[in-house]
């Protein structure tokens, strides 16, 4: 099973980006999805969540700016942000928790990162 993020990039202050994150291989079923973020010298922190049945939970700091959404016949999950700030610089990470086929329990697995630059 591997997860592929893309969508990445430098953006101005107040622009917009879109992550997507592909999961593939050996797939019986996901549950939650979400986006993590790390910016230099911080730990990692949550960004956003996504439940199968669609139930979302933003970190307050991007609440009314960036949207998750998913699309579960592609086992992909989506990350818009909008009127993005300087400081929402950092790699963008996500992650998904997939039963493969075969096997009776959920395994956290995690893209490779995108880095997303917000400057002027």
């Known amino acids: 099973v591997q997860l592929q993020a893309s969508g990445g990039g430098l953006v101005q202050p107040g622009g917009s980006l879109r992550l997507s994150c592909a999961a593939s291989g050996s797939i019986f079923s996901i549950n939650l999805m979400g986006w993590y973020r790390q910016a230099p010298g911080k730990q990692r922190e949550l960004v956003a969540t996504?439940?199968?049945?669609?139930?979302?939970n933003y970190a307050d700091s991007v609440k009314g700016r960036f949207t998750i959404s998913r699309d579960n016949a592609k086992n992909t999950v989506y990350l818009q942000m909008n009127s993005l700030k300087p400081e929402d610089t950092a790699v963008y990470y996500c992650y998904a928790d997939i039963r493969k086929r075969g096997s009776a329990r959920y395994l956290s697995y995690w893209g490779q990162g995108t880095q997303v630059t917000v400057s002027s």
């Open positions: 996504i439940t199968s049945g669609g139930s979302t």
